[in-house]
C-alpha cells in the first residue's frame, strides 16, 4: 500500500528566506510523486511532479523538488519564499504501474514578512 | 469549461437524505477521480474510473456510496442515507491519462444536519 508523510504540520519562514517542506513517501515500485498547493477557499492547485529522470524537478511559481530514491523523500523548495506561497501544501505519491494517487496530511505554509 | 467543474458547490442535507454529487471533466480527460477532505486532512481517495468503468473503487467507505461514469465524461457520486459524519468537501478530478497529473475542480461542500 502506498503512503505519505509530511512530519511538520506547519513551517514558518521569513520572507526572502529559502523554504523546504518535507515529505517521504511509501511506494511498491517506482514512484511518480507530486506536490500540489491548496489556497483558502479554493480548489488542489498542481505545482510539479517527478516521473522520471532528473531527481530535481522544477515547477510552478519558482517552486522546485528533489527526489531522493535512498531516503524515499520528495521535499518541496524555493530559494526565496514570499508571503504569498503560504497556504496548504500537499505532497502526493501513486506507483507506477497503479493508479491511486495518494496524499499526506499536509503543511501549512506561513511566511511572514 | 477550461477546468473541472463541480456542482453544486454547496449542499446541506438531513441525515438520512439522499444526494448526487456531479463532476463534469476536462474535455479529453479519460481518468477521472474522487476524493473527499475533511477538515485539517488531505484528500482521501474514494474511486477511480479510467473511461466509464470504475477501474478501482477500493476507497468507497461503504456501500452507501455509489459512483458512475456512464458516457465516459460526467460523473456522480451518489450517497444514500447521508450521516453526519459524510459532512466534508467532495473533490473530483480528471488527467489526461493515468499516470500523469491530476487536476482538481473546486470540489462540493456537504453538509449533513
Known amino acids: 500500500a502506498q503512503s505519505v508523510a509530511q512530519p511538520e504540520d506547519q513551517v514558518n519562514v521569513a520572507e526572502g528566506n529559502p523554504l523546504t517542506v518535507k515529505c517521504t513517501y511509501s511506494?511498491?515500485?517506482?514512484?511518480?510523486l507530486f506536490w500540489y498547493v491548496q489556497y483558502p477557499n479554493r480548489g488542489l492547485q498542481f505545482l510539479l511532479k517527478?516521473?522520471?529522470?532528473?531527481?530535481l524537478v522544477k515547477g510552478s511559481y519558482g517552486f522546485e523538488a528533489e527526489f531522493n530514491k535512498s531516503q524515499t523523500s520528495f521535499h518541496l523548495k524555493k530559494p526565496s519564499a514570499l508571503v504569498s506561497d503560504s497556504a496548504l501544501y500537499f505532497c502526493?505519491?501513486?506507483?507506477?504501474?497503479?493508479?491511486?494517487?495518494?496524499f499526506g496530511a499536509g503543511t501549512i505554509l506561513r511566511v511572514k514578512s | 469549461g477550461a477546468g473541472v467543474s463541480q456542482t453544486p458547490s454547496n449542499k446541506v442535507t438531513e441525515k438520512g437524505k439522499y444526494v448526487e454529487l456531479r463532476c463534469d471533466p476536462i474535455?479529453?480527460?479519460?481518468?477521472l477521480y474522487w476524493y473527499r477532505q475533511s477538515l485539517g486532512q488531505g484528500p482521501e481517495f474514494l474511486i477511480y474510473?479510467?473511461?466509464?468503468?470504475?477501474?478501482?473503487d477500493s476507497g468507497l467507505p461503504n456501500d452507501r456510496f455509489f459512483a458512475v461514469r456512464p458516457e465516459g465524461s460526467v460523473s456522480t457520486l451518489k450517497i444514500q442515507r447521508t450521516e453526519r459524519g459524510d459532512s466534508a468537501v467532495y473533490l473530483c478530478?480528471?488527467?489526461?491519462?493515468?499516470?500523469?497529473?491530476?487536476?482538481f475542480g473546486q470540489g462540493t461542500r456537504l453538509t449533513v444536519v
Open positions: 478530478a480528471s488527467s489526461q491519462q493515468p499516470n500523469t497529473e491530476a487536476f
Open positions: 511506494v511498491s515500485g517506482n514512484p511518480y
Open positions: 517527478y516521473i522520471t529522470g532528473d531527481n
Open positions: 502526493a505519491v501513486r506507483a507506477a504501474d497503479g493508479n491511486k494517487l495518494v
Open positions: 474535455s479529453g480527460h479519460t481518468a
Open positions: 474510473f479510467q473511461g466509464t468503468g470504475a477501474a478501482d
